[in-house]
């Protein structure tokens, strides 16, 4: 299995800088938001192991939000945040990032403290790299180039089985399975069709996996007495938290709505960028850094293979604490538009964004951590709306296709390589082309 | 499992809420929408003071007319409600239909269905008249209600005729068989995970603003503060006495002009079917989902709670779509959806499902849990058939000459993007429903591209996995005009009319 990474520069905007930052942004766009895989500063399409990026503004817009809770807010600094998923390892991707397009990473960057013509900025970019608490990828070690391959596939394929079927019909369901197998062979060798054999994930790396995959489950075995002595504690501390902390959910600005929504709905898939505070005090955030990091293990071991829980359309996500993790930022990748995200989010895992959203400051009022909270609708829209930010810049390598469609061509790969047992699994495969 | 949030079961004040939202006004046949700008706010107060429009209260014999009355945004200006003073409607109502070019994308209205090509546009105008009579009353109905005074407040922009009601939509299919049932009595208050199954009840909340909707809560309602002049008339806002409640019986009306080129339609069908009449009206029933009398084409009965034993079936028994298409009009407009995909058993089986780890028991794998619940996104549609009615048939023979005909979709709703614009954007114009790929609604797409993905196939799927694809589908339905109004309830229309009068 391929080795994946992220990446994650984030980094004070320089005073009075940002109009024109924004201005060089937009400048990248085919449409709001939408990046031109082209462009002169950053040309995303030139290279093969992004999956998705995005540039954005990071704004506080709720950093006022804690003095319901008797704090002094702390305001946070403009910053610029430049994140993306990629195959193989970040530092030999931002090497090649920083060989095809350092002067247009320079550019942008020189609109941050400390960024001036002679900078290193390959170096500087690792300094400003902020690590994530938890990352979601749909399926795990699927490859850009895997996903284009088999994007190709599927799309003769189908041309192919519609020639082959109105010229022999559709009784012989094995016989079409093998002349399309042959068809395929013989585009290969032509040298029309490419189909890269996954790389197989060497004996180190599968240990590594299962030590991975069982060293949680035998941490809480063990701490197992503790825990059961310490669970009252924490419930009552919980509870006690959850009875007295406020929500603070006015009604979005209708202009920053009509705004983001500029920024929407360019591509069957659409970026979310969210950024907001966790509630004062040691309890919550320790409560946010267990939640993130048992998400993380979920998303590293059961989770890569499609399903985010009962949720499709997530192609990544990824959660970072910032400002000594007093504040969070989520970003993700998800097919649709953002009501129909939101209603995943409503009716599907309102539990799961319980866990980790319900330690944000302002939050639906949750009861034992998982109930109530983003099941109360109009509330959690609110709560989301008022920390969702613009994406000012927001690139993906495959346009057009959803997580289903990756999902299927990738099936119809494995039908084709190993022949589906039966007329009635080979019937099942035949529909998905 | 859920605890309930404090909402007195409040009787439903039928009496305060316009009969529309009620009733369709099946009976009264005849009906004619006119769109108006006020021209003087005054003498549209005393108009509204004295309008006959009609309530939701069941008399012992249906009316024999009646008169509903809603407002745009710039309407409830143009009356003297400003911003300021209301507060809480709806970002979509009081921005409108077409003013943001990101809703039209989500909209579909693109391409030919872009705002910019409407003939119309409610923006432009504020205060929607609609008048139903019995078959032959219209015309008197009319002199009645648009009185001297009428003319003096408003100035008429455009009117909508509508084609005698027999129930059948213009390609020639039956109309209007789905509809939800509202659930007035509160007999079955939603709780989370309660609704595992389809069912055709739907809480009060969810199309009258201020009530008990499907999330347990009170729907989204606007309000003005208790010292403007004129709010006493209005119902005390809950939880809230310094606060009336404007929206209270309301709804909010969405109303599109759907334009639909019937012998293009059969033009089409008939080449796709090789001129075979049997073949055209089986081509016909797979895009729509029902055979033009209206029978669906799923037959699996289920004892479906708010529904007739005619149209008590879900899709549950048709997961691969070989006896209705999965992209299917009436499988988009509604999916029949429950909470959880499939029927689940036991607590075990909900923590399964809620998991995520139920997918591999699916019939076919894959096409799992991909489309949302239905129950969050059903609408009351009071919709009407304009233009003159053609023989479907005979005008696939006749061909080319087209007439100007169509349906005037208007549905009531308590949230627009959650309920009109989420099954418009998800299901209705998304090429991406239900896991496919290329094609929109089969009747209703617009066939430009959205969001850059081509929409204008369609897959009948077969039992031989192989199906059948149809490929550049030409248009059948064109957005001529629309917008967003608000219906108030009689007693908010009350004090809309009162303070156009004091402003002025």
């Given at each position: 299995?391929?080795?994946?990474?992220?990446?994650?520069?984030?980094?004070?905007?320089?005073?009075?800088?940002?109009?024109?930052?924004?201005?060089?942004?937009?400048?990248?766009t085919?449409?709001?938001?939408?990046?031109?895989?082209?462009?002169?500063?950053?040309?995303?399409?030139?290279f093969?192991?992004?999956?998705?990026?995005?540039?954005?503004?990071?704004q506080?817009?709720?950093?006022?939000?804690?003095?319901?809770?008797?704090q002094?807010?702390?305001?946070?600094?403009?910053?610029?945040?430049?994140?993306?998923?990629?195959?193989?390892?970040?530092?030999?991707?931002?090497?090649?990032?920083?060989?095809?397009?350092?002067?247009?990473?320079?550019?942008?960057?020189?609109?941050?403290?400390?960024?001036?013509?002679?900078?290193d900025?390959?170096?500087?970019?690792?300094?400003?790299?902020?690590?994530?608490?938890?990352?979601?990828?749909?399926?795990?070690?699927?490859?850009?180039s895997?996903?284009r391959?088999?994007?190709?596939?599927?799309?003769?394929?189908?041309?192919e089985?519609?020639?082959?079927?109105?010229?022999?019909?559709?009784?012989?369901?094995?016989g079409?399975?093998?002349?399309?197998?042959?068809?395929?062979?013989?585009?290969?060798a032509?040298?029309?069709?490419?189909?890269?054999?996954?790389?197989?994930?060497?004996?180190?790396?599968?240990?590594?996996?299962?030590?991975?995959?069982?060293?949680?489950?035998?941490?809480?075995?063990?701490l197992?007495?503790?825990?059961?002595?310490?669970?009252?504690?924490?419930?009552?501390?919980?509870?006690?938290?959850?009875?007295?902390?406020?929500?603070?959910?006015?009604?979005?600005?209708?202009?920053?709505?009509?705004?983001?929504?500029?920024?929407?709905?360019?591509?069957?898939?659409?970026?979310?960028?969210?950024?907001?505070?966790?509630?004062?005090?040691?309890?919550?955030?320790?409560?946010?850094?267990?939640?993130?990091?048992?998400?993380n293990?979920?998303?590293?071991?059961?989770?890569?293979?499609?399903y985010?829980?009962?949720?499709?359309?997530?192609?990544?996500?990824?959660?970072?604490?910032?400002?000594?993790?007093?504040?969070?930022?989520?970003?993700?990748?998800?097919?649709?538009?953002?009501?129909?995200?939101?209603?995943?989010?409503?009716?599907?895992?309102?539990?799961?964004?319980?866990?980790?959203?319900?330690?944000?400051?302002?939050?639906?009022?949750?009861?034992?951590?998982?109930?109530?909270?983003?099941?109360?609708?109009?509330?959690?829209?609110?709560?989301?709306?008022?920390?969702?930010?613009p994406?000012?810049?927001?690139?993906?390598?495959?346009?057009?296709?959803?997580?289903?469609?990756?999902?299927?061509?990738?099936?119809?790969?494995?039908?084709?390589?190993?022949?589906?047992?039966?007329?009635?699994?080979?019937?099942?495969w035949?529909?998905?082309? | 499992?859920?605890?309930?949030?404090?909402?007195?079961?409040?009787?439903?004040e039928?009496?305060?809420?316009?009969?529309?939202?009620?009733?369709?006004?099946?009976?009264?046949?005849?009906?004619?929408?006119?769109?108006?700008?006020?021209?003087?706010?005054?003498?549209?107060?005393?108009?509204?003071?004295?309008?006959?429009?009609?309530?939701?209260?069941?008399?012992?014999?249906?009316?024999?007319?009646?008169?509903?009355?809603?407002?745009?945004?710039?309407?409830?200006?143009?009356?003297?409600?400003?911003?300021?003073?209301?507060?809480?409607?709806?970002?979509?109502?009081?921005?409108?239909?077409?003013?943001?070019?990101?809703?039209?994308?989500?909209?579909g209205?693109t391409?030919?269905?872009?705002?910019?090509?409407?003939d119309?546009?409610?923006?432009?105008?504020?205060?929607?008249?609609?008048?139903?009579?019995?078959?032959?009353?219209?015309?008197?109905?009319?002199?009645?209600?648009?009185?001297?005074?009428?003319?003096?407040?408003?100035?008429q922009?455009?009117?909508?005729?509508?084609?005698?009601?027999?129930?059948t939509?213009?390609?020639?299919?039956?109309?209007?068989?789905?509809?939800?049932?509202?659930?007035?009595?509160?007999?079955?208050?939603?709780?989370?995970h309660?609704?595992?199954?389809?069912?055709?009840?739907?809480?009060?909340?969810?199309?009258?603003?201020?009530?008990?909707?499907?999330?347990?809560?009170?729907?989204?309602?606007?309000?003005?503060?208790?010292?403007?002049?004129?709010?006493a008339?209005?119902?005390?806002?809950?939880?809230?006495?310094?606060?009336?409640?404007?929206g209270?019986?309301?709804?909010?009306?969405?109303?599109r002009?759907?334009?639909?080129?019937?012998?293009?339609?059969?033009?089409?069908?008939?080449?796709?079917?090789?001129?075979?009449?049997?073949?055209?009206?089986?081509?016909?029933?797979?895009?729509?989902?029902?055979?033009?009398?209206?029978?669906?084409?799923?037959?699996?009965?289920?004892?479906?709670?708010?529904?007739?034993?005619s149209?008590?079936?879900?899709?549950?028994?048709?997961?691969?779509?070989?006896?209705?298409?999965?992209?299917?009009?009436?499988?988009?407009?509604?999916?029949?959806?429950?909470?959880?995909?499939?029927?689940?058993?036991?607590?075990?089986?909900?923590?399964?499902?809620?998991?995520?780890?139920?997918?591999?028991?699916?019939?076919?794998?894959?096409?799992?849990?991909l489309?949302?619940?239905?129950?969050?996104?059903?609408?009351?549609?009071?919709?009407?058939?304009?233009?003159?009615?053609?023989?479907?048939?005979?005008?696939?023979?006749?061909?080319?000459q087209?007439?100007?005909?169509?349906?005037?979709f208007?549905?009531?709703?308590?949230?627009?993007?959650?309920?009109?614009?989420?099954?418009q954007?998800?299901?209705?114009?998304?090429?991406?429903?239900?896991?496919?790929?290329?094609?929109?609604?089969?009747?209703?797409?617009?066939?430009?591209?959205?969001?850059?993905?081509?929409?204008?196939?369609?897959t009948i799927?077969t039992?031989d996995?192989?199906?059948?694809?149809?490929?550049?589908?030409?248009?059948?339905?064109?957005?001529?005009?629309?917008?967003?109004?608000?219906?108030?309830?009689?007693?908010a229309?009350?004090?809309?009319?009162?303070?156009?009068?004091?402003?002025?």
């Amino acid at each position: 299995m391929t080795q994946q990474d992220t990446f994650f520069i984030l980094a004070p905007v320089a005073e009075g800088r940002a109009e024109s930052l924004v201005s060089l942004l937009e400048s990248m766009t085919l449409k709001p938001g939408f990046a031109d895989p082209e462009n002169t500063v950053v040309p995303f399409g030139k290279f093969d192991h992004l999956h998705v990026a995005r540039f954005f503004l990071v704004q506080a817009n709720t950093w006022r939000d804690v003095e319901a809770y008797g704090q002094s807010p702390r305001p946070y600094p403009l910053q610029l945040a430049f994140l993306g998923d990629v195959d193989g390892h970040r530092q030999v991707f931002l090497r090649e990032l920083v060989n095809r397009s350092a002067d247009g990473l320079v550019e942008i960057f020189s609109h941050c403290e400390g960024v001036h013509d002679g900078t290193d900025i390959l170096r500087w970019m690792e300094d400003h790299n902020v690590k994530e608490s938890a990352n979601y990828v749909n399926v795990r070690g699927r490859t850009v180039s895997q996903i284009r391959e088999e994007a190709a596939l599927a799309a003769v394929l189908h041309d192919e089985l519609a020639t082959v079927v109105s010229a022999q019909g559709s009784a012989d369901v094995f016989g079409l399975h093998q002349h399309l197998a042959e068809f395929v062979e013989r585009q290969k060798a032509s040298g029309l069709l490419h189909l890269t054999a996954p790389t197989k994930p060497s004996w180190r790396e599968r240990i590594a996996r299962w030590f991975d995959l069982i060293s949680v489950p035998l941490l809480i075995l063990f701490l197992s007495p503790l825990l059961v002595l310490l669970l009252p504690l924490f419930l009552l501390r919980l509870r006690l938290a959850e009875r007295s902390d406020p929500e603070v959910l006015p009604r979005p600005d209708d202009e920053r709505i009509v705004d983001l929504g500029r920024y929407e709905d360019h591509d069957v898939t659409n970026p979310f960028s969210a950024f907001g505070d966790v509630k004062p005090g040691w309890f919550r955030r320790w409560v946010t850094t267990v939640a993130l990091f048992l998400l993380n293990y979920a998303a590293r071991n059961i989770y890569g293979r499609g399903y985010l829980t009962r949720v499709q359309t997530i192609h990544f996500a990824r959660w970072v604490f910032v400002d000594d993790k007093r504040r969070v930022m989520f970003c993700s990748n998800y097919d649709g538009a953002l009501e129909s995200y939101m209603d995943d989010f409503v009716n599907k895992v309102a539990w799961g964004l319980n866990l980790v959203f319900s330690n944000g400051v302002g939050y639906p009022s949750t009861r034992f951590l998982i109930k109530g909270g983003a099941e109360q609708e109009a509330k959690f829209k609110r709560y989301l709306r008022n920390r969702q930010l613009p994406t000012q810049v927001w690139y993906k390598a495959y346009p057009g296709l959803t997580a289903r469609d990756l999902a299927r061509h990738s099936e119809i790969r494995k039908g084709l390589e190993k022949r589906p047992n039966g007329a009635r699994a080979m019937r099942n495969w035949l529909s998905k082309i | 499992m859920s605890r309930t949030p404090n909402i007195p079961n409040d009787p439903v004040e039928f009496d305060d809420m316009q009969a529309l939202v009620r009733f369709g006004h099946g009976a009264l046949s005849e009906a004619e929408f006119i769109l108006c700008s006020i021209r003087d706010p005054k003498a549209a107060g005393d108009w509204l003071d004295q309008a006959p429009v009609t309530s939701a209260e069941r008399l012992d014999a249906p009316p024999s007319a009646a008169l509903q009355v809603a407002f745009t945004a710039v309407g409830l200006r143009a009356m003297g409600v400003e911003e300021g003073m209301s507060t809480g409607f709806a970002q979509p109502f009081l921005s409108g239909m077409s003013s943001e070019d990101s809703r039209s994308r989500r909209l579909g209205d693109t391409g030919q269905n872009a705002p910019s090509e409407w003939d119309w546009d409610a923006g432009d105008a504020h205060v929607l008249i609609m008048l139903y009579a019995r078959k032959g009353g219209l015309a008197a109905w009319k002199d009645k209600v648009l009185t001297p005074t009428f003319d003096a407040a408003f100035t008429q922009a455009r009117s909508f005729p509508t084609r005698t009601n027999d129930g059948t939509e213009p390609f020639g299919f039956r109309d209007g068989i789905s509809e939800p049932k509202i659930d007035w009595q509160n007999a079955h208050p939603p709780s989370k995970h309660g609704r595992e199954d389809f069912s055709n009840l739907i809480s009060p909340g969810e199309v009258v603003l201020g009530l008990r909707n499907e999330y347990n809560a009170r729907s989204s309602s606007p309000k003005v503060d208790g010292d403007v002049p004129g709010s006493a008339i209005l119902a005390e806002a809950s939880g809230n006495a310094a606060r009336r409640d404007l929206g209270r019986n309301g709804s909010y009306l969405v109303f599109r002009q759907l334009a639909q080129d019937v012998p293009g339609f059969w033009a089409f069908i008939d080449k796709a079917a090789k001129g075979d009449p049997d073949r055209r009206d089986w081509l016909a029933a797979k895009m729509v989902g029902r055979t033009q009398d209206g029978t669906p084409l799923i037959h699996g009965r289920r004892d479906i709670e708010g529904s007739p034993r005619s149209n008590d079936f879900t899709y549950e028994d048709d997961v691969d779509g070989v006896r209705c298409p999965l992209g299917a009009h009436i499988r988009r407009a509604n999916p029949r959806t429950g909470d959880h995909p499939y029927q689940i058993e036991g607590r075990i089986g909900w923590l399964l499902s809620t998991l995520g780890f139920r997918r591999r028991r699916d019939k076919l794998p894959g096409r799992h849990d991909l489309v949302a619940s239905t129950r969050f996104h059903r609408l009351v549609r009071r919709g009407r058939v304009y233009g003159p009615k053609l023989k479907s048939k005979m005008a696939s023979q006749k061909g080319g000459q087209s007439v100007d005909q169509g349906l005037l979709f208007i549905c009531l709703c308590a949230d627009i993007v959650r309920q009109f614009e989420f099954v418009q954007n998800a299901w209705i114009a998304s090429p991406t429903f239900n896991g496919l790929t290329g094609e929109a609604d089969p009747l209703l797409g617009g066939r430009a591209p959205f969001c850059g993905v081509a929409s204008d196939g369609f897959t009948i799927q077969t039992a031989d996995g192989v199906g059948e694809h149809i490929a550049h589908l030409p248009s059948f339905v064109t957005v001529r005009g629309g917008g967003y109004f608000f219906l108030p309830g009689l007693r908010a229309l009350r004090f809309i009319a009162h303070h156009g009068k004091q402003e002025v």
